[in-house]
Every structure is written in C-alpha cells, then in structure tokens.
C-alpha cells in the first residue's frame, strides 16, 4: 500500500526531532567553542571522531542509488553486485595506507588544491569547474531525485514536495558546516543501518513463510537453494549479466579504478578525514571498511529475497512491472517496503530519508568547499574574511540545491539509476585516477601529462563505447574483454575502464619523460616510506578486514 500510517508519521517524526535537535546542540556547541573559520566551517579541523568519520563516509556513499538501484540489481543479477560494497572494502584499506598520509603531510584540503600544489593552477581550475558541474548536475541532482522517486514510491506523496522537502532537510544540516554534518551522521547510520535490517528480515521470513516455514536463516537458505545462480560472485562468460560485472575484473581490473578513484580522489568522500589527524583518519576509515562489509545484507538481500518471491508468484498484482509490462528490479526494494506493519515501515523511511538526506548534505559541502577554497578565494575575491568566505560557502549551498531542483526532472535517470551513475561517471574516472596515482608517486611527472589523462581519458571512453558499432571486436572474446548485447560484440564498461586507464599512464609517462628531457621542472610532493607506516591496532583491523573478504568471496565463489 502506497501510504504511511500514523504509526508510521510518528517513528519518522521521531527520527527528524532526533537529528535537528542534535544537530542544533552540536551546533551550538561549535560557534562556543570556536571562531567561523573557513577551515573549521568546511573541514571540521580536528573535531570529528574515528567513529564520526567512519559514519559519515557510509551515510554520505550510501543513498536511494543503493537502497532502490543496487536492491535492483540484486533481483536481476544476484549477489555479485555486492562487489561494489565489498571490494570498497578493500579500497579503503589502500586509501587509509597509502592516500590519506599524502594528503594530510602536504595540509592538502582539497582535490583542485592537490592538483594546483603538485601540477600548476590552469589543471586545477579546470578541474575545479568540472567538479562542480559533475557534483551538481550528476550527482546532486541524481540522489535528489531517484531519493524522491524512492519516497514517492513508498509514501504516495508528490514527487516534487518529496524533493523539496529532502533538500531544505539538507540544506539545514549542511549550513551548520562540516562538523554538524560529521556527527549527524552517525545518527543517520543507525537508522540506516536499523532501518535496512528491519526490511532484510521481513524479506526473509517471507521468503520462509511461502515455503512453509519460519525464520531468518531457513529463509537465507532457501534463497541459496531456489535462485542458486544469483549467489555467485563471479560471472562466467555466458551469464546474461556478464557485460556489467565481467568475471575476473571485478578482482584484479576496472572495478579497482571505480572505487579508487570515488574513495580516494573526491572531495566528496576525502572531506572527512582531510580535518583530522591521521591515526583518527585511519580509524575512522577502517570503521567504514567494517560498515561497507555489512552493506549487501542491508541492500543486496532484499532485492535477491524480492526475486524468489516473485518466482513463487507472491506478487501477482503487478507490483514490479512497469507500463510497457517489462520486471523491473529496482521496484523490488519499495515493494517490499510497502508490505512492512505500521511503525516499522515508518523505520524503514526513516532509513531511506537519512540514506538521501546525509548523502545531499555531503555533496553540498563539498560543491561548497570547492567553489569557495578553489574558485572564489583564488580567483575571485583573493582577500575575503573568513567570515566572508563561510557566508558565500552558505549561499553556494542552496543555490546548488536549487538548481539540482530544477533540473532533475529533466535528466531521465529514473530507471537503472545504479549502472547509470556507475558506467557514465567511468568516463571520467580512469583518467582523473591516473593523474592522482601518477602525482602521488612519480615526482617526474609534468602538468601537460595530467592534461593529457583529463581529457585523453574522456576521449578514449567515447571511442571504446562506440566503436563496437563501427569495428567487429569478436577476437576480445576469447579473452573475456567483449560479450554479445543485441548481437554486438562490446567491450564491458569495467574493462573499458581498464583499458582507458592504461592508455593514460602509457600516455602520461610518454609526455613526461619528452619534457623530462627538454628539462621542464615538476612539483613532486613530499612522500616518504615512513608516511605509511600503521600502528599496530589500525593493521590488525586491515587484516581482518582482508581475511572476511577472502572468506566471503571463497564461499560464494
């Protein structure tokens, strides 16, 4: 049923005057203890906690795209999409070892300032520009709306009130700068994380009581008995879904790249741990680590549970068909929702509000951050006040919400929400990912080798996607780097990351050994072997979190 029962109204008013009156306090607390500076507004300098940062990392990645696209993909391809979660795992494990103590040794604060330190001012403004337009026109404007469409789905409440209201939500948080956000978050977590078990369960127990018997585990197993094929992590050649998670590459290809380049090189996720120290950077990313393995339970099940009861028939009054009578996955997650009693479906909204609310309120501060540290205080207004400089960060805000308002209605991202935001941000990815790595490690190379990557790496992706139409690429089959889709064979998205991503560093040390030559100078950055070291604690918990990983992917091989 398309509605929320007063029971419902309650627990998620409950969750609001939650989070606003702690917000507020924190709030409060902040302006007390510390002056509107421009480093403490945007970056929360030496404030947030491990378990803050931690929070604030998976509240700010996990949105409407997780809960609605990767349930749907759940229901269409099985488990294997959880490699997204668990291989961000690993991820971060590498970015708290190896990225975090770069940064944080060269008090960089931002990703355009990365670039103008170690590359020069015209490769950071380009970048600065482009993130801007990605974060509010892609990505705000993408976890506005399909958040929207996800509460409109399950309340029956007008899709663009749904949108108003989420962005004035986060428009609030986000005014109460970096700080406000950080520890808002680890509410928004729990009932994240609360909220997402609750649906796990019932979908379990459903699966259970359409087989005849009860509990939890009965229906897990169950699951793996009558959709055996949607438990396997690794895809063969002649798996249907085989062009979105291509076998091996989602080990040792293009599936390294998506996540190090989204948790490694974003403002977006990074912002969190710029402001701290690095043994709290470190601890809050192993913490998020630990949260990312926990994910699939909370998105992935569901959507699997979702699949064998519609293969029972459970849904026989067309609930996961769209108009043209095609299944669609990613109305799996929403359908099972509006199956929950009254308050638990209202802790189930709540969930998905604070998943879109934390998430809109994260991008926010950073197109703010980046238009007010990058663009502003460099080129437009060199000596604004602190004070100045926190007010414009303000107005950024809800300009940028208004704007992702106003146009996302017209970007047409409602369906596969998921692999849309993955395939069409790996455009940009392999590129922008060889400049970071090339910059970090390999002092010699030049800015006009990173110019080469940023736009290099977005002409090679256009050329790779549509050159199946124009070449017959059947000899990369044999190879697994190309399945039939309509009787084209075309390159897999991730391996077409991979590929991308080679050119650029092949390209980039080419560059940069012909002006190494002509003797152009470079701005290599301050890297020592001794950065990298971890505390004891800190590498028990990377180990565990490597051996789960190992264990997980063995089992479900």
């Known amino acids: 049923m398309k509605s929320l029962q007063t029971a419902d109204y309650i627990v998620f008013l409950i969750y609001f005057v939650i989070v606003a009156t702690y917000g507020y306090w924190v709030y409060r607390k902040k302006k007390k203890a510390s002056t509107t500076a421009s480093h403490d507004y945007f970056l929360a300098e030496g404030s947030l906690t491990w378990w803050a940062i931690g929070a604030s990392l998976i509240a700010s990645n996990i949105s409407a795209e997780q809960f609605i696209g990767m349930s749907g993909s759940g229901f269409k391809m099985g488990l294997a999409i959880s490699t997204y979660e668990w291989m961000a795992a690993a991820t971060l494990m590498i970015v708290a070892i190896f990225f975090i103590p770069v940064y944080l040794k060269n008090k960089i604060y931002t990703m355009p300032q990365f670039l103008s330190q170690r590359y020069n001012g015209t490769v950071a403004m380009i970048m600065a520009v482009f993130w801007l337009l990605l974060y509010v026109i892609v990505n705000l404007t993408s976890i506005l709306y399909l958040g929207a469409l996800a509460i409109n789905s399950i309340s029956g409440i007008n899709i663009y009130l749904c949108m108003y209201v989420l962005g004035i939500f986060a428009i609030i948080i986000?005014?109460?700068?970096?700080?406000?956000?950080?520890?808002t978050d680890v509410i928004q977590v729990f009932f994240l994380i609360?909220?997402?078990?609750v649906t796990t369960y019932l979908a379990l127990n459903l699966v259970s009581k359409e087989y005849g018997t009860t509990g939890t585990i009965n229906g897990f197993n169950l699951m793996m008995q009558h959709a055996d094929?949607?438990?396997?992590?690794?895809?063969?050649?002649?798996?249907?879904?085989?062009?979105?998670?291509?076998?091996l590459t989602v080990l040792v290809g293009g599936m390294w790249i998506v996540n190090l380049n989204y948790w490694g090189c974003n403002q977006y996720i990074t912002q969190r741990a710029l402001g701290?120290?690095?043994?709290?950077a470190r601890k809050g990313i192993l913490f998020a680590a630990f949260l990312k393995l926990l994910m699939p339970v909370i998105v992935v099940l569901p959507g699997i549970a979702a699949f064998v009861l519609n293969q029972k028939g459970y849904f026989n009054n067309n609930e996961l068909v769209?108009?043209?009578?095609?299944?669609?996955?990613?109305?799996?997650y929403p359908s099972l929702l509006n199956l929950l009693?009254?308050?638990?479906?209202?802790?189930?909204?709540?969930?998905?509000?604070?998943a879109i609310v934390a998430s809109l309120a994260g991008k926010a501060n950073s197109i703010s951050t980046i238009f007010t540290?990058?663009?502003?205080?460099?080129?437009?207004a060199p000596d604004a006040s602190e004070k100045k400089m926190v007010w414009i960060g303000k107005i950024v805000v809800v300009v940028s919400m208004l704007i992702a308002i106003l146009i996302a209605p017209y970007l047409g991202i409602e369906k596969g929400g998921f692999k849309y935001i993955q395939e069409y941000t790996g455009f940009v990815s392999p590129g922008i990912f060889a400049m970071f790595i090339l910059g970090f490690f390999w002092k010699k190379t030049t800015s006009n080798a990173a110019l080469f990557a940023t736009i290099g790496g977005f002409?090679?992706?256009?050329?790779?996607?549509?050159?199946?139409?124009?070449a017959d690429l059947s000899f990369l089959s044999p190879m697994g780097f190309a399945a039939q889709e309509d009787g084209i064979y075309t390159i897999p998205f991730l391996d077409r990351m991979g590929f991308v991503f080679i050119l650029c560093i092949v390209g980039m040390w080419i560059i940069s050994t012909i002006e190494n030559k002509r003797g152009v100078k470079t701005n290599g950055l301050e890297v020592d072997s001794s950065m990298f070291k971890m505390k004891p604690g800190f590498a028990v918990g990377a180990l565990i979190v490597c051996g789960l990983l190992a264990a997980l992917y063995t089992l479900f091989w």
């Open 174 to 183: 986000t005014l109460g700068g970096m700080k406000v956000i950080g520890f």
């Open 373 to 380: 540290l990058d663009i502003y205080k460099k080129k437009i």
């Open 341 to 354: 009693p009254g308050g638990l479906k209202g802790l189930s909204f709540a969930a998905l509000t604070a």
């Open 194 to 197: 609360l909220g997402g078990l």
């Open 229 to 247: 094929d949607h438990f396997h992590m690794i895809f063969k050649k002649d798996n249907p879904n085989y062009l979105d998670l291509p076998g």
């Open 459 to 470: 002409i090679f992706s256009i050329i790779l996607k549509f050159l199946p139409k124009f």
């Open 276 to 280: 701290a120290d690095l043994p709290t």
């Open 322 to 332: 769209d108009a043209s009578g095609q299944v669609v996955g990613d109305k799996a």
